[in-house]
């Protein structure tokens, strides 16, 4: 009888172990990554300065200001990137915006609505940085990954 629990047990360990697994391969597929142009001089961000582009603060790189394009392409993506990345509320990150642009002048980051306007808007301008899902940018030669931003 004690042998037949203990099999039990085992069986139930394994099965766990086994769908715990699958659930963490499926679930890091799911990455958000800072990405620029393939012809980006721009190699490295730090949080900081990654949260400072897209608050509207001045960021430099090889004397010129970096342009933060906003990707609005997916519900989930948005709030990553309000949560972890600007990590503010929307209505919070909207009065900010605005106040840059209200008192300083500051243009607003350009919003985008599919990642193929993403690679457009990089392409476009060799000192713009975005961010998209992971799985979005091996089939794009014209983008570089800086880093990843979030896994799920």
């Not at 037949?4 to 391969?25: D, E, H, I, Q």
């Not at 209200?102 to 961010?131: H, I, M, N, T």
Request: net charge positive; proline share 4%.
């Amino acid at each position: 009888m004690e042998c037949r629990s203990a099999v039990m047990r085992l069986c139930c360990t394994l099965l766990v172990l086994l769908l715990g697994g699958s659930a963490a391969a499926r679930a890091a597929d799911r990455e958000v990554v800072l990405v620029v142009s393939a012809e980006s001089s721009v190699m490295q961000l730090d949080p900081l300065d990654i949260q400072k582009l897209f608050l509207g603060y001045p960021v430099l790189r090889d004397n010129h200001a970096l342009h933060a394009v906003r990707n609005l392409s997916d519900e989930q993506m948005s709030k990553v990137f309000l949560q972890h990345i600007v990590a503010m509320s929307e209505s919070a990150y909207d009065r900010r915006i605005l106040t840059q642009v209200l008192q300083q002048g500051r243009p607003r980051p350009l919003e985008v609505k599919s990642a193929a306007q993403v690679v457009q808007a990089l392409a476009a301008d060799r000192f713009a940085v975005s961010y998209m899902w992971l799985t979005d940018v091996p089939a794009n030669p014209r983008l570089r990954v800086l880093r990843v931003l979030w896994a799920e």
